[in-house]
């Protein structure tokens, strides 16, 4: 017997929510996601009438529905936003420029503005070359920062006022878990915001719209509205320390589906006590990027690359941040710790 919508009774139900356990229809089950999402732009005020927007967009299923959702809900409630794509190309090939061809259907489907930034262009490097030369074991890490970077900057060549970005529930509520197993107290402390402030010059704040939507949720409104996106993972990525907490996670969501929501609203609520050295936000020296030491992470990484010395900005090394900036050579010892590579 099948089973009715319980929110409008009439309609055959089509899926159950994985978030609530509802069962709805098609046009109930979009009507509540994004209403969700409405309610929590809504509640944060990550926007205000007049902003230009960027949305960050990968081409994944995250941002592809961040897109959708973004500009149905600034027509619908009236929100006065103007909206524009950003992508970033790290040079993967069979991969990045695969997604990049969603990326640019969406902009002719949405008719949003799009600028696309690459690594190669701003840094001299595409992620290909750099795993030739770090292998399979720290790439996410060179990645990771560069794409930071990489996104303020196309931010700021657009001027736009923010960023909105496709983090999801799971996503946050991963971040959570690898910041406890890292003993990592100021990223602790900071990454369940939903929004984050202009930390200085060069850096665009950015936002979460999708902090509460279930990484399974978005692929099923994806699906049912039959978005074009891109769903293959990256073919750097196997080994990123990530994909062990989404393990974990998605082994305790079978048990407990409000696992998601409990360790993000833990992460919230946690507090350092007074006295705990905590790092003071700078700006590099180099580039002007924010940091808390003398060097940012993506000149340290980039210094290391272009010296022949991969693993310099992987681990602690900031006693030879001076050297760097002094341009002074490294000792034999300290350049043959840091060539060694595991692959």
Known sequence: MPVLCSSCSEKRA??????????????????????????????????????????AASGGKDSTVLAHVMKLLNERHGYGLELM?????????????????????????????????????????????????????????????????????????????????GHNADDVAETVLMNVLRGDIARLRRCTAISTASEGDGVVPRCKP???????????????????????????????????????LKDLESIRPSCIMDIIHSGENLSVREGVKMPVQGTCSRCGYISSQALCKSCVLLEGLNR?????????????????????????????KLKSVDF
């Open 14 to 55: 089509v899926l159950k929510r994985p978030k609530t356990g509802h069962s709805l229809c098609k046009a109930c089950f979009f009507g509540a996601f994004e209403e969700e999402v409405h309610q929590t732009i809504v509640a944060a005020k990550l926007f205000k009438p007049g902003e230009t927007v960027g949305v």
């Open 85 to 165: 794509l950003i992508s970033v190309d790290e040079g993967i090939t069979g991969y990045r420029d695969d997604s990049l061809e969603t990326v640019k259907r969406n902009q002719q489907q949405y008719e949003l503005p799009l600028k696309i930034v690459s690594y190669e262009e701003l840094y001299g490097w595409t992620m290909d070359a750099i795993v030739k030369q770090v292998g399979l074991k720290n790439n996410c890490t060179f990645c990771g920062v560069f794409r930071r970077q990489a996104l303020d900057r196309g931010a700021i060549m657009l001027k736009v006022d923010k960023i909105c970005t």
């Open 210 to 248: 999708l902090k509460y939507a279930y990484e399974k949720e978005i692929v099923l409104y994806a699906y049912f509205k039959k978005l074009d996106y891109f769903s293959t993972e990256c073919i750097y990525s196997p080994n990123a320390y990530r994909g062990y907490a989404r393990t974990f």
């Open 308 to 336: 022949g010395l991969p693993k310099l900005g992987i681990g602690k090394h900031h006693r030879l941040h001076e050297k760097i900036l002094s341009q002074q050579p490294l000792t034999e010892s300290e350049q043959r």
